[in-house]
């Protein structure tokens, strides 16, 4: 399966919801401390030759001016798409669209670093960002203003995660150990979750149970969470060795989640199970830093890190194996 060598340490990875063969990815030099980013668009089909031959190169490449550490795909243009950057900015791009024509908007709000976007897949028509000033932002990508800033994070929000059912619901991760739900119509968040004892830096819901929400965090575990009974989780998942820096649940598979750690592993589980670990995949030898699943192909698998690989294959697959 296919396998491409990024320009830089990789942060973020996320499968098109229009085209099956198209991966975007964001990738910063000196990892992210210092220097260029680049925002690049995969063929998935074009990957490694047998042998190790290098795989074409990509069919968009952006460098920015500063790092990238997280980027989306627009879930009603095919062609669009955003990503967060260091300099406190979201930067908007049309994949279709010459490199000299982006980013086609610049969108410079934030104080400081812009750590993750997440479009929302049930409207359609809005993102969310969020950054290491403690706010998040809803952003139209006709607007050049954002629609709305939320407070109530006391340190570095991380990322923001929209409901798979609801299309005003979100929930944020955090450096000040909590989890919080929000919604749009509501300028402070509707439950604080105090989810681990350490700092949250991703979560994610469940596509099947709206009322289920994972986190991942510096202190090694996922906590799998039902909102509507939040004093303690449903699931506690240890097997990581290091912070988990991403989680994913399935687009395809009740239960079933994906994460990736500075442990260099990804990891699936099923978090139902009393044998909870699916899968174990220890083919990055730096730190993984993005992970993602296609919701067009059942199974397919992504995830980048900080030897400067990107990795798709199926479950259950070997992702070195070409």
Same mark, same amino acid.
């Given at each position: ?39 690049? $668009?995969?063929?998935?089909? @074009? ?57 086609? %908007? ?17 409207? %359609? ?45 979100? @929930? ?19 439950? $604080? ?81 009393? &044998? ?15 992970? &993602? ?18 990795? $798709? ?10």
């Amino acid at each position: 399966m296919p396998a491409f060598k990024a320009p830089a340490p990789g942060f973020s990875v996320r499968f098109s919801p229009f085209h099956e063969q198209r991966l975007l990815a964001a990738a910063s030099q000196h990892f992210g401390l210092v220097g260029n980013g680049h925002l690049i $668009v995969l063929d998935l089909s @074009a990957a490694s030759a047998p042998g190790g031959a290098p795989a074409p190169p990509p069919v968009f490449a952006f460098p920015t001016s500063d790092a990238l550490f997280d980027c989306a795909w627009s879930e009603s243009h095919e062609s669009l798409c955003a990503a967060a950057s260091g300099d406190g900015s979201v930067r908007l791009f049309d994949v279709a669209l010459p490199p000299a024509q982006n980013p086609v %908007r610049l969108l410079r709000e934030h104080a400081r670093e812009v750590h993750g976007l997440d479009w929302n897949p049930v409207r %359609r028509d809005a993102f969310l960002s969020a950054s290491w000033d403690d706010t998040l932002k809803l952003w139209s990508p006709d607007r050049p203003a954002s629609v709305r800033t939320f407070r109530g994070h006391e340190y570095c929000v991380y990322a923001a995660a929209w409901s798979a059912r609801h299309p005003d619901v979100f @929930a944020s991760a955090s450096g000040d150990r909590t989890a919080r739900v929000w919604d749009v119509r509501e300028p402070a968040p509707t439950l $604080v979750i105090p989810a681990h004892d350490h700092e949250v830096l991703s979560l994610d819901w469940d596509k099947y149970d709206p009322s289920i929400l994972a986190t991942g965090s510096v202190d090694k575990s996922i906590r799998v969470w039902d909102v509507r009974a939040p004093r303690a989780p449903l699931a506690q998942l240890a097997g990581h060795g290091y912070a988990v820096k991403r989680v994913k649940f399935s687009p395809h598979r009740q239960g079933m989640l994906m994460s990736c750690s500075y442990d260099m592993t990804v990891c699936m589980w099923d978090y139902r199970k009393e &044998d909870a670990l699916l899968a174990r995949y220890g083919h990055h030898t730096e730190f993984v830093a993005g992970i &993602d699943m296609s919701v067009l192909v059942e199974g397919l698998l992504a995830s980048t890190g900080w030897d400067e690989m990107i990795y $798709v294959w199926p479950f259950g697959s070997d992702p070195r194996a070409m």
